[in-house]
Nanobody, 124 residues
Framework: VQLQASGGGLVQAGDSLRLSCAAS????????MAWFRQAPGKDREFVGA????????TYADSVKGRFTISRDNAKNTVYLQMNSLEPEDTAVYYC??????????????????WGRGTQVTVSS
C-alpha cells in the first residue's frame, strides 16, 4: 500500500486549500482513510476520516464546518478541502489508511499505512 499526499503550500488566513492523497496497492473499499496533522512542537492529531465505501465522514471539532473529506473512486484518491484556514491550521498533514477501521477510532496507532506529509502554512 502506498499513500501519496500532496497539495500543501503557503496561504493566508481565510484562504482555501485542497490536499490530495493518492492511494495505490490494493482496493480500498473496505478501508477507513484519515487525515492527521502535526504542528511544530505538538503531537500528531486527528483531523478527520472517511469510510471509503459508504463515504461517511467524521471530523475533529477544531475543523468541523471548515474542512471536508471526500474520495474519488475512479482516481483512488481522498481529498481534504480546507476552507477558512487559520494560522492554527499550520502543520504537516498526513493521510493514513486503516483496513476495516471504525470512524470512532481516531487513534493514530490504529492506522497501519501512512503517506509522507505535506506542509500547510497559514500566515496571519
Amino acid at each position: 500500500v502506498q499513500l501519496q499526499a500532496s497539495g500543501g503550500g503557503l496561504v493566508q488566513a481565510g484562504d482555501s486549500l485542497r490536499l490530495s492523497c493518492a492511494a495505490s496497492g490494493r482496493t480500498f473499499s473496505g478501508y477507513t482513510m484519515a487525515w492527521f496533522r502535526q504542528a511544530p512542537g505538538k503531537d500528531r492529531e486527528f483531523v478527520g476520516a472517511i469510510k471509503w465505501l459508504a463515504s461517511i465522514t467524521t471530523y475533529a471539532d477544531s475543523v468541523k464546518g471548515r474542512f471536508t473529506i471526500s474520495r474519488d473512486n475512479a482516481k483512488n484518491t481522498v481529498y481534504l478541502q480546507m476552507n477558512s484556514l487559520e494560522p492554527e491550521d499550520t502543520a504537516v498533514y498526513y493521510c493514513a489508511a486503516y483496513q476495516s477501521g471504525s470512524l470512532s477510532d481516531k487513534s493514530e496507532s490504529s492506522y497501519r499505512y501512512w503517506g509522507r506529509g505535506t506542509q500547510v502554512t497559514v500566515s496571519s
